[in-house]
T-cell receptor, first 117, second 116 residues
């Protein structure tokens, strides 16, 4: 089945650091990638949608200058949390889909646990 | 605004029991509904996807039903096993979303524990 690789799986860093998370589709063209955030015992909240070669579309309340998304190729999207603070600590999950092929399910990465000290 | 609710929030059953997880959504204008499994600290694994025109889907011991008009879906797990312990999430894809790809609205999840 389709595989999405997310890296790193865990990050612990000091407040003020910028952190980059990568999301790669390994065996299909990910024309669209989604970035989610999940707090403990809560569901996934969509942060932004990125289409390859275009600017990301952010959900209401998500700061685009705080969470920089790049989707420059059909296999890679990155999320950069700039100047991270403790309140940014969370579980971040990406998903990918080939939206050119009609009704395809999203395939999810294994997530990144971000802890800001 | 679509809201997706899952009941119960947590469930503990002995091994071998058949069980039902519930998912309800407020806006019936959906394209499809999907059930996922999430293990602790991990991403999501898709279990079943039901198109809006379908009533149910089956995969092994899992059976998902959809009643779009009443805004409900159930996930039935037969002969539960300890390996089924995980959080189960349902998600709906709205009709008419033009943002690219298939945007999903997730439920709050049911945390299942199957005990020996």
């Amino acid at each position: 089945g389709a595989v999405v690789s997310q890296h790193p799986s865990r990050v612990i860093c000091k407040s003020g650091t910028s952190v980059k998370i990568e999301c790669r589709s390994l065996d299909f063209q990910a024309t669209t990638m989604f970035w989610y955030r999940q707090f403990p015992k809560q569901s996934l909240m969509l942060m932004a949608t990125s289409n390859e070669g275009s600017k990301a579309t952010y959900e209401q309340g998500v700061e685009k200058d705080k969470f920089l998304i790049n989707h420059a190729s059909l296999t890679l999207s990155t999320l950069t949390v700039t100047s991270a603070h403790p309140e940014d600590s969370s579980f971040y999950i990406c998903s990918a889909v080939n939206s050119r092929q009609g009704n395809q399910p999203q395939h999810f990465g294994d997530g990144t646990r971000l802890s800001i000290l | 605004k679509q809201e997706v609710t899952q009941i119960p929030a947590a469930l503990s059953v002995p091994e071998g029991e058949n069980l039902v997880l519930n998912c309800s959504f407020t806006d019936s204008a959906i394209y499809n509904l999907q059930w996922f499994r999430q293990d602790p600290g991990k991403g999501l694994t898709s279990l079943l996807l039901i198109q809006s025109s379908q009533r149910e889907q089956t995969s092994g011991r899992l059976n998902a039903s959809l009643d779009k008009s009443s805004g409900r879906s159930t996930l039935y797990i037969a002969a539960s096993q300890p390996g089924d312990s995980a959080t189960y999430l349902c998600a709906v894809r709205p009709v008419g979303y033009t943002g690219g790809g298939n945007k999903l609205t997730f439920g709050t999840g049911t945390q299942l524990k199957v005990e020996l």
